[in-house]
């Protein structure tokens, strides 16, 4: 199954072809959210720059 797929299941992810970055917020569903997110890919097809982007956004996370 494409990512595509995956991330337009409107039962996982309320209207999913609306842009809402709320929607992670007080999410009823925020563990099933997390975990269908897959915005790398996986495998050999993965996307290069996963750990750096990763590796930023935890390394903000910790500096707050």
Avoid at 39 to 50: D, V
Wanted: net charge negative; proline share 8%; hydrophobic share 40%.
């Amino acid at each position: 199954m494409t990512t595509y797929y995956m991330h337009m299941d409107p039962n996982i992810f309320p209207e999913p072809e609306m842009f809402n970055p709320d929607r992670w917020l007080n999410a009823e569903s925020e563990d099933l959210m997390h975990a269908n997110l897959l915005p790398f890919g996986k495998g050999s097809r993965a996307c290069a720059g996963q750990k750096l982007a990763l590796f930023v956004l935890y390394s903000k996370k910790d500096s707050n």
